[in-house]
């Protein structure tokens, strides 16, 4: 009798975690969709888009360039001095290269533009009235 209630409790845990989880699924899936919805009903502000488009995407390059350059630049000190005791100089710009664009420059790319256009948008809420 007992195997048979801690059974049972433990099946309706599993089926109030499952149900709960579907619920919330389901929000998630109606949310995306009226979102979906919305984004092609009119007015469409194309200039406005074209605007926020290119302050944060273009005009993010130079700080994520600067960036990538130094980073680049450290890694390639630290780099070529383990390098050194084992005559590996010539690879250092390959391991570089390859550092940088595979593995540091999305992170850090990513991280300069969010943290570059988040400010950027908070400054504009700021000043709004």
């Known amino acids: 009798m007992i195997l048979v ?3 049972h409790g433990l099946v309706a845990s599993i089926g109030r975690s499952t149900l709960g989880l579907l619920a919330a699924t389901g929000r998630i899936a109606i949310f995306a969709a009226e ?8 007015p469409f ?10 302050r944060i995407g273009f005009y993010s390059l130079p700080v ?7 980073t680049g630049g450290a890694l390639a000190l630290q780099i070529y001095a383990g390098g050194a005791r084992f005559s590996a100089e010539t690879v250092v710009p390959s391991i570089v290269a390859i550092g940088i664009v595979r593995e540091l420059g999305p992170v850090l790319g990513g991280l300069m533009v969010a943290g570059r256009v988040s400010s950027s948008i ?8």
């Open 5 to 7: 209630q801690f059974v």
């Open 45 to 54: 502000y194309a200039g406005e888009l074209g605007r926020q488009l290119l």
């Open 64 to 70: 994520v360039g600067l960036t990538t350059l130094f």
């Open 122 to 129: 908070a400054a504009e809420l700021g000043t709004m009235r």
């Open 35 to 42: 979102t979906a919805s919305h984004l092609a009903r009119p």
